[in-house]
């Protein structure tokens, strides 16, 4: 009952931080009213409706409003795509630890971190080189010109050794529906390689119309129909 309690009153805090005033979607604040009165599923109606304009508290505001309602895949997709918006907030970290506890399938340690900071490194590092480059054109000396000839060097090095990453970066997919089977074949009646429930993240591999081709773990993979993934 305690725990309860606290998660009741982390999850009301959290929205109500998350709540963003400024959003343009005129269904926003219909959505965070019904949320207030305990009508998650009209919250999530209005809520939708809004997608075609996303940001942080549009998504940790669906992960709130599917989570009162049990829905741990679509709370764990939103909670995610919050989480890309706005890494460092404190609340919604812990959010997704009580979303991801909750979950039948557990992910290791590891993927998760490597689902939850894909590209944040790499992007870094271009940022950082970007950097140099812009000094050495504003700098008017020999060090501008060294740092402009580093720049450009150190840039063209990094983005041969990295041109696979970039071309193809890691996608990844959150299963949406309760249980779903992963077949081996882009055919319903194709035979079963194993099941995985709500809220499994999975790497997309390729995509080929209404199908998807996933990588369960190292040496399992399979297809799954389209719909049923949450692309982060």
């Not at 764990?76 to 959010?95: C, E, I, M, V, Y």
């Not at 998760?112 to 050495?136: A, C, D, P, R, T």
């Not at 009646?189 to 993240?201: E, I, P, Q, R």
């Amino acid at each position: 009952m305690k725990r309860f309690k606290l998660v009741w009153f982390i999850f009301t805090l959290f929205f109500c931080l998350s709540l963003d005033s400024s959003n343009a979607c005129e269904t926003f604040q219909e959505g965070s009213q019904a949320y207030f009165s305990g009508n998650y599923e009209q919250a999530i109606l209005a809520y939708t409706q809004c997608l075609t304009d996303p940001s942080y508290a549009l998504h940790s505001n669906l992960g709130s409003s599917y989570y009162k309602l049990g829905k741990m895949g679509k709370a764990h997709f939103h909670f995610l795509k919050a989480f890309q918006r706005n890494p460092k907030h404190q609340n919604l970290s812990f959010n997704l630890s009580l979303v991801q506890e909750a979950l039948l399938d557990q992910e290791q340690p590891e993927f998760l971190e490597q689902v939850m900071s894909s590209g944040s490194f790499e992007y870094k590092i271009l940022f950082f080189l970007v950097l140099i480059i812009s000094l050495g054109i504003v700098m008017r000396s020999k060090w501008g010109v060294w740092l402009l000839f580093l720049g450009i060097l150190l840039s063209t090095s990094w983005i041969v050794y990295q041109w696979n990453y970039l071309v193809e970066q890691p996608k990844y997919g959150v299963v949406m529906e309760n249980r779903q089977s992963i077949f081996s074949n882009q055919n319903l009646h194709s035979s079963l390689l194993t099941d995985v429930h709500a809220g499994k993240l999975l790497r997309i591999v390729s995509e080929h119309g209404d199908w998807v081709q996933v990588k369960v773990q190292p040496g399992l993979q399979g297809w799954v129909p389209s719909n049923v993934i949450g692309r982060l």
